[in-house]
């Protein structure tokens, strides 16, 4: 992450975003009427909300993948 402010923020909230995930994924599922493949809802909003919510759900991941790889350099000295 290239903006030490959203890093930081990030940090702080990693362990919320697969929770925010959800919340997005649901509240587009009730907007566009549980993803209808045919309606105008989902094709000018769900697609955004579902890239959205997973793109929460990359994050989620990455700074859980970061945090195991820091706290595994910190134990483990031939990882170094």
Do not use: N
């Amino acid at each position: 992450m290239r903006l030490p402010s959203w890093k930081a923020r990030l940090e702080r909230s990693a362990r919320h975003l697969p929770w925010a995930a959800l919340a997005v994924l649901v509240s587009g599922a009730l907007l566009t009427h549980d993803y209808a493949r045919g309606g105008w809802q989902t094709q000018t909003f769900g697609m955004t909300i579902l890239a959205a919510a997973f793109t929460l759900l990359l994050l989620a991941r990455w700074e859980s993948m970061r945090a195991v790889r820091t706290g595994c350099r910190e134990r483990c000295p031939s990882l170094r």
